[in-house]
């Protein structure tokens, strides 16, 4: 054993909390009792670990601290003599350095249960960023841009819903996983997109939310081995976020993927996200996240914007179409179609589309418009997509796209 | 095992006509809702199950004071008011979810769940 640093505490704490109260959770079926004797044992390690040195299970270490702690809390509040037969029960203290039995199955069930669809899709994502993910309320409030009183709120609600209503504790049956999985990996895409073009507030990306959600992702992969979405998934955000460095400039402005410097991509995460992409391709069993990586995988996959297979993108949207027939994917497929038949053929398409209030929409279309070199009608597009944008960033880069118009 | 509400919501001002424009389908939905009545019995679910007239037959009390105070209508002036309720006994929120959606087609209207306090 080694004295540690607080920094690798915090490492260790982020990466076993999930595990911490999901074993406590299966146990003692009681979310706040669960996380709050996590919380108490991390409470613990911080204390004891920079002297004494960093255990070599340090996930089993602090589960069992917990637990003991947590039958401490049950004997000492049992007022009923059914809770006191039910603590004592629990047998005595256990070797915080003995074996700890897996608890995979227990992470899957928490992440299942804090997604479940009778919970509001916000309080699905504040639950798991705080039960699954270890972050702090404070950490979660901040990165929704709301009061911290106000996601302690909804987190407290959500547990309390949870209890009440009696939502399972496990991972949905066969015939219903396939939509509750869905569910999953759309609150997990849901914290990457929110970091990687927030909604509100004033950075472009935030970094701290997109590494969050890839950490969830791998979780979640490692949890179910052989679901192609969730490889699919993954890949999508590794893809995505290999090209953060290159997405804003020095003035912080977004730019856009011809205008990227590519040499600043990751090449790491892009190997990565292609053996997934491959590995999608294998099974042959094709979905949403798994063809929007593909299609970032041929992104990737072009030394320069003009080396980009837009036919392979253009075939892969149309596979998309299908299997998601939404008019926010018609879009994306305009953009290829563009590049495929021409700005013209595009317009028509994106004419078609009723998008009003999504300001993508207004984007693409001016610059279609633009390309035509319908310079009025662009600029009138272009401050319409402008006005739509809570990013700072991609809206520093509309503006200089519509005033180079003018 | 928690027990929950199950509640048929409808616009106020509906008729069984409004609801079911169709007689035929209104029998039909009747005879269903009757079947469901029964595997809720047979399943061990059922606790209590009833329709209930049309809101404007309500009357709101307020027995708070010293005397009664009597009024028409139903207590919420919301534009939905419950058209009837099952009260079952389910292993979980998914086995009351599932029996929800077996009431909600059977009787052609959403479905509130909402559980019982325990003990």
Redesign the interface.
């Known amino acids: 054993m080694s004295t540690t640093p607080h920094g690798e505490v915090e490492a260790i704490y982020r990466a076993e909390f999930g595990t911490v109260v999901a074993s406590l959770t299966g146990r003692f079926r009681d979310l706040d009792l669960a996380e709050e004797m996590a919380q108490e044992a991390f409470v613990e390690a911080v204390r004891r670990w920079p002297t004494e040195g960093v255990p070599p299970n340090p996930g089993g270490w602090l589960t069992v601290v917990a637990r003991n702690k947590a039958l401490d809390r049950l004997r000492r509040e049992s007022t009923r003599q059914a809770r006191h037969e039910e603590a004592e029960m629990l047998t005595a203290h256990e070797d915080p350095a003995g074996p700890v039995t897996s608890v995979t199955d227990e992470r899957l069930r928490l992440l299942f249960t804090c997604c479940h669809p009778a919970l509001s899709r916000e309080a699905q994502v504040a639950l798991t960023l705080r039960l699954l993910g270890g972050l702090t309320v404070p950490e979660v409030a901040n990165a929704f841009l709301v009061p911290e009183r106000t996601m302690a709120q909804r987190i407290t609600r959500a547990k309390r819903k949870i209890a009440a209503a009696n939502i399972p504790y496990r991972v949905p049956r066969d015939h219903e996983l396939p939509g509750r999985l869905r569910g999953v990996l759309a609150v997990v895409y849901l914290v990457f997109t929110e970091g990687h073009l927030p909604g509100s507030g004033a950075d472009g990306i935030r970094d701290d939310l997109c590494a969050e959600a890839i950490r969830l992702g791998r979780v979640l992969r490692q949890l179910m081995p052989d679901e192609p979405e969730v490889a699919g998934l993954l890949a999508l955000m590794l893809l995505t976020d290999a090209r953060r460095a290159a997405r804003v400039d020095a003035g912080g402005a977004l730019v856009t993927l011809d205008e990227q410097d590519r040499s600043l991509w990751d090449t790491a995460k892009i190997a990565e996200g292609h053996d997934l992409v491959r590995e999608c391709l294998r099974r042959n069993r094709p979905g949403h996240y798994q063809l929007l990586a593909a299609v970032n995988a041929v992104h990737t996959d072009a030394a320069t914007a003009a080396d980009t297979d837009w036919g392979q993108v253009l075939a892969l949207y149309d596979q998309l179409y299908a299997v998601t027939p939404t008019q926010v994917v018609a879009l994306n497929r305009a953009v290829a179609l563009a590049e495929v038949e021409g700005a013209a053929s595009a317009l028509v398409v994106v004419d078609g589309l009723d998008l009003d209030a999504y300001h993508p929409y207004h984007a693409t279309r001016a610059d279609l418009l633009r390309r035509l070199g319908r310079h009025p009608e662009a600029v009138a597009a272009y401050d319409r997509a402008i006005e739509l944008t809570a990013n700072p960033a991609e809206g520093a880069l509309l503006a200089a796209r519509r005033d180079a118009l003018t | 095992m928690?027990q929950?509400l199950l509640s048929v919501w409808h616009d106020k001002d509906a008729t069984p006509e409004d609801i079911y424009p169709d007689p035929a389908e209104r029998e039909a939905s009747y005879a269903e809702t009757g079947t469901f009545n029964e595997e809720l019995r047979a399943s061990g679910n059922w606790v209590f199950a009833g329709g209930l007239h049309s809101p404007n037959t309500a009357t709101v009390v307020d027995g708070t004071g010293d005397e009664p105070v009597t009024t028409d209508g139903p207590y919420s002036e919301s534009k939905e008011q419950i058209g009837g309720f099952w009260v079952v006994e389910a292993?979980?929120?998914?086995a009351a979810?599932e029996l929800a959606a077996r009431g909600s087609k059977a009787c052609r209207g959403k479905v509130e769940?909402?559980?019982f306090?325990g003990e």
């Open positions: 928690t929950y292993a979980d929120l998914d979810i769940v909402r559980p306090q």
